[in-house]
């Protein structure tokens, strides 16, 4: 029985027309000790029967951990989005999700398969110009939970950053199912977006905002006495 109506379903078929190129969904799983897996497959699994371009590769995190490693997954379940370039060739979109992206995270899941579906970037200018700088590997962690309806904009950002410049990879995380991960990174609320660098962003902020204070250098600690 699918997840969705069948207006919801009619609807994404219409939307899903507009990709030009295949989308495959790497889920990594395990038989053991992932409460979450079988919940965050039948959510992805109501994508392909929409849309021929898109289709499920699973990967048991256990038996493959090389795999799992080239992709910077070490938590399941998790999604890893891969697309084609404009010449056909294979392209790792550096869009990732850990956790099940049910309730509003499933509007970025959508998002992020029409992104690579389509290859268009919606950042403005200014921010393309900023995020093609970036000459270095960075990654950035998006806090969310299912509930958070503000939390799709502070995702879809990050996934657009990734998917522009290969330098950059963006996980959204789904807060509730990993609490050491909320722990480790200081997440009170959500959405929470975390870069390597240091600089923590609270809340979804603008476009222009969010990819300035995502890109800048954090602040320098004060002085010692």
Known sequence: MSLMSADDQERLRHDFTAMT??????????????????QARQVIDELPALSSR?????VDFSAERDKAYAYGIDH????????????????????RF????????????????????????????DSRALVAAVNAPMTMHVFTTPSCAYCPRAVILAHEMAYLNSNITAYAVEATEFPELARRFRVSGV???VVDSGVEILGALPEPEFVQQALAA????????
């Open 218 to 225: 954090p602040a320098a600690p004060p002085p010692e006495h």
């Open 54 to 58: 898109i289709t499920i590769e699973d």
């Open 21 to 38: 190129r295949p989308v495959r969904l790497v889920f990594f799983t395990r038989a053991d000790d992932c409460d979450t897996c079988a």
């Open 98 to 125: 850990i956790g099940t992206p049910s309730g509003y995270e499933f509007i970025s899941l959508i998002r992020a398969v029409l992104l690579v579906g389509t290859g268009n970037v919606q950042l403005l200018d």
């Open 76 to 95: 399941v379940p998790a999604i890893a989005l891969i697309g084609e370039d404009a010449d056909g060739l294979e392209r790792d979109s550096h869009i």
């Open 191 to 193: 959405p929470k977006t």
